[in-house]
């Protein structure tokens, strides 16, 4: 087993009482665990989420009112978080959404065991990796179908998302991923990319200016081929002021 050094506040979110119950008791059996909250629905599991901090979610993705899909998507910075389906399809939306690891209903306590072990290892990695820039000095990796990419940082103009998918925009080509943009954004260093709309994310280079209308709504403009314009939302336009 993972050689574990503190305790970790665990959620669980279950709405199938046989499941929620095992979830619990196999949480009591390991005493690095420290089970904090149970949440029975979607909507409750995210009042928790946006109200504390967790270490570790193990999530159910069928859910009432919403999904665990749903949830994560909703969370800026979500936790580590090892979802539970029953359905083996959607372990890979899981997957794309960074979970950790999945547990396939019905699961064994050893698989659990198993999964506290792996999200142990991300757990110890987190508290062991030291302060400053730990993105990839190289560029943003993306898997594109079957193929892998590293685009540098300075190619990138922007990223979109659209429905279940996202668009890296350089000048040669489109980069589509089945990455949500907020995965993308944590791949990101903040000093040379800037979250501008939900949909949005533009290289603070690319960045030729800004422009409001009399409505009060505004859009900025790239310096690239095509002088791209996005717009802005309204909570991220005192940051580009900032910028500009």
């Known amino acids: ?3 574990i050094k503190k305790e970790w506040k665990v959620l669980i979110v279950e709405d199938e009482a046989p499941t929620r119950d095992l979830l619990i008791n196999y ?8 089970l904090s909250k149970v949440a029975k629905d979607g909507e409750e599991a995210l009042e928790y989420l946006q109200t504390e901090d967790f270490d570790l979610v193990f999530l159910d993705i069928n859910l009432p009112l919403l999904s665990g899909l749903d949830i994560v998507e909703k969370l800026e910075n979500p ?11 959607k372990a890979i939306n899981a997957f794309e959404l960074g ?14 065991f198993k999964a506290v072990d792996r999200a142990g290892e991300f757990l110890q990695r987190k508290e062991e990796k030291p302060a400053g820039n730990v993105f990839n000095e190289h560029g943003l990796f993306i898997l594109e179908k079957e193929n892998h990419f590293l685009i540098p940082y300075n190619d990138i103009n922007y990223i979109s998302s659209r429905d279940n998918f996202s668009v890296v925009h350089t000048e040669r080509r489109q980069y589509v991923t089945y990455k949500s943009l907020k995965s993308l954004e944590a791949k990101l260093p903040p000093n040379r990319f800037l979250r501008i709309y939900k949909q949005y994310i533009i290289n603070i280079e690319k ?12 859009l900025v403009y790239l310096k690239d081929e095509d ?16 910028l500009l």
Do not use: W
């Open 79 to 89: 936790p580590y978080i090892v979802f539970i389906t029953a359905v083996q399809d």
């Open 1 to 3: 087993m993972t050689n």
């Open 207 to 218: 960045m030729s200016h800004m422009q409001s209308d009399n409505a009060g709504n505004y």
């Open 99 to 112: 979970a950790i690891d999945y547990l396939l209903k019905p699961f064994s306590k050893e698989r659990f």
């Open 27 to 34: 949480c009591l059996s390991r005493h690095e665990l420290k």
């Open 227 to 242: 002088e791209t314009q996005l717009p802005v939302g309204r909570k991220y336009v005192a940051k580009i002021k900032e």
